[in-house]
């Protein structure tokens, strides 16, 4: 049985842009290939293979097109990366320049991969590249060639078998057009430490509402949220909540990531970030919304449904929560 070489490319896109804008690109791709998967907030997928023999072009001068397109229609500079598989060519696009394509042939891919620092290769964090820095590795090539065994015992089964998978190269995953997210996360990094409870409500309010933005955007709720708050000394708080029920209401949102804030009593801490993770996601058309008599219940969720309209067309700044916006009227 003979296999097709599969061509996947990677584009980086090198500006900030609304829904509707993402949106809109996302639909020019689809016009070069249906294999198209977005990548929020600024980066998208294409599985070139099928559309080669049409546009009777290279993989290359399919992405160049691809590029070109998006800078003549839209203004935008990308970077791209093109291999045999999706997580190559998103560490391709990784090591592009803004406007360059770097190509990885399946025939050069060990080449290509092996030299690079591990820290490189996707689901090597900060934690575990210690681990095996530790042990004298340092390239994707060291960990490739190490025998499993070992690598299990440095890091147990699971993650060893999964990162040698990848460490030489292999990527299964095909590109599927509205590939459902398994988690959302919002960050704040400051450029200073933070003293100020006040600046600590805002900074996880602004998260939360973000949070909620994004879930209504692509039609999912959440049924679990997450708060991380990381001090100037690099430690870190972490608290999970799972929701009274699974939504995409703001409120609800904000009032479950602020009750996780006031149990931190971050009254004299030291902040320098914070992050906020829902989790337990699902289609929107599931949720099972407990019934109100309350009237401003509805009348929350109408007006949160025309703010979201608002940004759509304006923004994401077009519309902040009232607190928010007091605060940038007294620093201005």
Not at 124 to 151: F, K, M, N, S, V
Not at 272 to 286: G, H, N, S, W
């Amino acid at each position: 049985m003979i296999t097709r070489q599969r061509h996947i490319a990677h584009l980086h896109l090198h500006s900030a842009l609304t829904e509707d804008q993402y949106a809109d690109i996302i639909e020019l791709m689809s016009g070069i290939t249906p294999h198209v998967q977005a990548v929020p907030p600024n980066a998208v997928q294409l599985d070139l293979t099928s559309a080669l023999r049409y546009f009777d072009l290279s993989p290359y001068d399919m992405v160049q097109m691809t590029m070109m397109r998006l800078k003549g229609l839209y203004g935008i500079d990308s970077s791209a990366g093109l291999a045999g598989n999706r997580m190559l060519a998103a560490m391709a696009a990784d090591a592009s320049a803004p406007g360059d394509t770097t190509w990885v042939p399946a025939e050069r891919a060990a080449e290509w991969l092996y030299p690079r620092p591990l820290t490189a290769l996707p689901g090597i964090g900060r934690a575990t590249a210690t681990t095996l820095t530790r042990y004298g590795l340092h390239t994707i090539g060291q960990i490739a060639d190490l025998p499993p065994a070992t690598l299990q015992r440095l890091l147990g089964v699971g993650q060893a078998r999964l990162l040698a998978e990848r460490a030489r190269g292999h990527d299964p995953r095909p590109v599927v057009p509205a590939e459902p997210a398994t988690h959302l996360t919002a960050d704040l990094v400051l450029d200073r430490d933070c003293l100020d409870p006040a600046h600590h409500h805002r900074a996880v309010l602004g998260l939360a509402e973000q949070i909620g933005v994004r879930l209504r955007g692509e039609s999912q709720i959440a049924g679990r949220l997450t708060l991380t708050v990381r001090y100037a000394d690099r430690s870190s708080t972490t608290r999970t909540r799972t929701l009274p029920e699974p939504t995409n209401h703001s409120p609800v949102l904000a009032a479950t990531a602020l009750g996780m804030l006031t149990a931190l009593g971050l009254q004299r801490a030291r902040v320098r970030a914070y992050a906020i993770r829902a989790d337990d996601l699902r289609p929107a058309d599931t949720a099972h919304r407990q019934l109100s008599i309350d009237p401003g219940d509805d009348r929350a969720r109408a007006a949160e449904a025309a703010a979201d309209r608002a940004r759509r067309r304006f923004g994401v700044e077009a519309v902040r929560p009232a607190t928010m916006a007091a605060a940038t009227a007294l620093r201005t």
